[in-house]
Nanobody
Framework: QVQLAESGGGLVQAGGSLRLSCAAS????????MGWFRQAPGKEREHVAA????????YYADSVKGRFIISRDNAKNTIYLQMNNLKPEDTAVYYC???????????WGQGTQVTVSS
């Protein structure tokens, strides 16, 4: 069972940046497809980014394309989400997940809160 733990959330002003981290357990991390999701109050969970076994294999939702960058460090069993030019509408709890199917995640972490003030 893969366990995930997110960190790096916080409060930032609009236009600012944050980098989220997700540490994973398990010896087969390099073979995992990983992703980031977010859920704002009263809204459904949204898939924002994913990364395949190759660091060049990435997906971004239109809402974050050009502003967010997903990456991975297999030596550290960690994925990252660099978030730039943050907007108030990016405010949400961000979760990393093991991708079990396109746009479908599992083995959820506990989430990390990101709040963007205007």
């Amino acid at each position: 069972q893969v366990q995930l733990a997110e960190s790096g959330g916080g409060l930032v002003q609009a236009g600012g940046s944050l980098r989220l981290s997700c540490a994973a357990s398990g010896r087969a991390f390099s073979s995992y497809f990983m992703g980031w999701f977010r859920q704002a109050p009263g809204k459904e969970r949204e898939h924002v980014a994913a990364i395949g076994r190759s660091p060049d294999s990435t997906y971004y939702a239109d809402s974050v394309k050009g502003r967010f960058i997903i990456s991975r460090d297999n030596a550290k069993n960690t994925i990252y989400l660099q978030m730039n030019n943050l907007k108030p509408e990016d405010t949400a709890v961000y979760y990393c997940a093991l991708m079990t199917a396109p746009h479908v995640g599992g083995n959820w972490g506990q989430g990390t809160q990101v709040t963007v003030s205007s």
